[in-house]
């Protein structure tokens, strides 16, 4: 088996060095935005690190890997995040190298296109729209009634997402949605809005090889039901056997109908009265520690099986042969954000909230000193805290017990100057 060169395209973090690590010999190159080159790791590793401005046409992102490939042929391409999914998946039309399709990635992305596959392939149905002003979000909920979600056409991390059930309140939403990150198509003036999903989230972890899917774990979500961040995540999720049956057999149609063959993939839904329906899906592995959850609650490194997938090796029939032995306890996570903005002085209960036992972990996202503010989205929180349990619901409360232990001093962020004439 001959030496590798893998085309990383986008940052990775520690993905692109376990490529390095399992295959001794393997060579990779990162190609990404400009804004990622100070997050990539161990960069004086890489082969060549190279960079485009993220509003550079995919021509130029095309011609520039082309390039280096005349020079110096890739023998695989990789992408481990949302960033830049897009330009591998054209890239990897245009040099042959195999990826997911640039229509996959499409239909991935865009949350509109998405509802409109999954509706043409008979999987499910869910009320949408492409809205394109605050006034016609506001004259779409005065003419259905009831309540919607709005969010980002190709958001992440929640930022942006809101529930609307007052046409008043549609411009503010209407402005805090189109404000938001996106994964890489910016800058367009459409919402997305849906019906409201009432009923348990789940995320589904699978993993896809040749077009064959088998899901890994269920994971039972938490989330905040004004911003919809998420709040804690446990797996097992506690569902009766008949209705995961229904979860692995619906989120396999819609790996299928959106034409995901291969990797690794995290679909979130929505446990509704008429059955599963899908939030959105992301071909990359999932956030929030899952991964690390996943692989203590079930023995399965998704990971692993991620950087083995990228350099050609099969995982299916391991990860099955590992699925069919008893995993380990439940795991938990659970996350705190700060109840208003400001300045962090320092956090105390650390201590206490690690002295609830070996096997609970607790983490800050944040430093002393660093602003932060109020939960808006997954980068907002400011810790986290992961527990086991004999069965998820007691491995939730260990987890929320630890967060709830810690204490944020914070200080508050100054009152902006104001005119004393209108203090009177």
Known sequence: MGHEHVLVVGGGRELPGL????????????????SLLPKIRQAGEHARVFSLPADSPDEEWIALARAVHERDPFTRLATFGERDQWRAAVIGAALGLRTHSPDTIAAVHDKRRMREVLAVAG?????CALLGSAEELASWVEEHGGRW?????????SA???????????????????????????????????????GPQISVEALSEDGEHQVVAVTRKYSDPVTFVELGHVIPAPLPTAEREAVVSHVARVLTALGIRDGVSHTELVLTEHGPRTIETHVRPAGDEIPYLVHDATGVDMLDCLVRQTLGEPVLEAVRERLSRPGGPAQAIWFGAAPCAGRLLRVDGLDQARALGPDVRVELEVAEGD??????????RVLWARATGEDPETAVRRAREAVARCRLVLSAAPV???DPGNLL
């Open 19 to 34: 490529l390095r690590q399992h295959r001794p010999g393997t060579r990779t190159s990162v190609l990404c935005q400009l």
């Open 123 to 127: 999987v499910e149905q869910v009320r």
């Open 149 to 157: 979600v709005v969010k980002p056409v190709d958001g992440s991390g």
């Open 160 to 198: 942006g997402v809101a529930l609307l059930d007052d046409p008043v309140q549609a411009p503010r939403v209407y402005q805090r949605c189109v404000a938001s990150r996106h994964t890489g198509r910016t800058g367009a003036p459409e919402v997305l809005v849906e019906e409201y999903l009432t």
């Open 371 to 380: 602003e932060v503010g109020e939960l808006a989205d997954s980068g907002s």
């Open 416 to 418: 902006p100057d104001q």
